[in-house]
């Protein structure tokens, strides 16, 4: 199926554990923030964003962080699942409606 | 809804022939994208439509991409003459409006070209 690149930065824990994905910016002026997954053979999946004038924002088991001082993005997941392994991409939101995606870290959970 | 359908999932082309994606968008969605996602280069903004308006396609990479969306259902993005550096996967994406954080994606189709 459809995958993405083999030499992501990988990040492995354990089921249960924690996991944080980090992710640096270089763009001041997006808007938002956001972060995606991607699982093996499918397209890109929104988990959650930020805007820009937000430093935390928490969702369901996700919580992203924005440090605008020195552009960096973090996704917290709570205790991590089997199903959380996939590749996650940091984006930001620029100019009203495009979407540029960074590199992603590959997420593997170890049961 | 079926979300974001593609088509084909998979195609496999000679070099110099012309390739072909589909895209059919979510229903109600008025904005749609088309990505490409490489081991080198990730995931990039090819094109975007608003209201089947091209509003910016400074990410084709050259006059051998062209993109159209005749109606609010359908998309194609056509590769002619195509050349092996244009294998990726290709990925379209739709939304409810420009503003939108969130872009829903379909499958993507894995281009081959040999």
Same mark, same amino acid.
């Given at each position: 199926?459809?995958?993405?690149?083999?030499?992501?930065?990988?990040?492995?824990?354990?089921?249960?554990?924690?996991?944080?994905?980090? *992710?640096?910016?270089?763009?001041?002026?997006?808007?938002?923030?956001?972060?995606?997954?991607?699982?093996?053979?499918?397209?890109?999946?929104?988990?959650?964003?930020?805007?820009?004038?937000?430093?935390?924002?928490?969702?369901?088991?996700?919580?992203?962080?924005?440090?605008?001082?020195?552009?960096?993005?973090?996704?917290?997941?709570?205790?991590?699942?089997?199903?959380?392994?996939?590749?996650?991409? *940091?984006?930001?939101?620029?100019?009203?409606?495009?979407?540029?995606?960074?590199?992603?870290?590959?997420?593997?959970?170890?049961? | 809804?079926?979300?974001?359908?593609?088509?084909?999932?998979?195609?496999?082309?000679?070099?110099?022939?012309?390739?072909?994606?589909? *895209?059919?968008?979510?229903?109600?969605?008025?904005?749609?994208?088309?990505?490409?996602?490489?081991?080198?280069?990730?995931?990039?903004?090819?094109?975007?439509?608003?209201?089947?308006?091209?509003?910016?396609?400074?990410?084709?990479?050259?006059?051998?991409?062209?993109?159209?969306?005749?109606?609010?259902?359908?998309?194609?993005?056509?590769?002619?003459?195509?050349?092996?550096?244009?294998?990726?996967?290709?990925? *379209?994406?739709?939304?409810?409006?420009?503003?939108?954080?969130?872009?829903?994606?379909?499958?993507?189709?894995?281009?081959?070209?040999?």
């Amino acid at each position: 199926g459809e995958s993405v690149g083999l030499h992501l930065p990988t990040l492995s824990v354990q089921e249960g554990d924690n996991s944080i994905i980090n *992710c640096a910016y270089s763009n001041s002026a997006s808007d938002y923030f956001i972060w995606y997954k991607q699982e093996s053979g499918k397209g890109p999946q929104f988990i959650i964003d930020i805007r820009s004038n937000m430093d935390k924002r928490q969702g369901q088991r996700v919580t992203v962080l924005l440090n605008k001082t020195v552009k960096h993005l973090s996704l917290q997941i709570a205790a991590t699942q089997p199903g959380d392994s996939a590749v996650y991409f *940091c984006a930001e939101h620029t100019g009203g409606f495009k979407t540029i995606f960074g590199a992603g870290t590959r997420l593997f959970v170890k049961a | 809804d079926a979300g974001v359908i593609q088509s084909p999932r998979h195609e496999v082309t000679e070099m110099g022939q012309e390739v072909t994606l589909r *895209c059919k968008p979510i229903s109600g969605h008025n904005s749609l994208f088309w990505y490409r996602q490489t081991m080198m280069r990730g995931l990039e903004l090819l094109i975007y439509f608003n209201n089947n308006v091209p509003i910016d396609d400074s990410g084709m990479p050259e006059d051998r991409f062209s993109a159209k969306m005749p109606n609010a259902s359908f998309s194609t993005l056509k590769i002619q003459p195509s050349e092996p550096r244009d294998s990726a996967v290709y990925f *379209c994406a739709s939304s409810t409006d420009r503003a939108s954080t969130e872009a829903f994606f379909g499958q993507g189709t894995r281009l081959t070209v040999v």
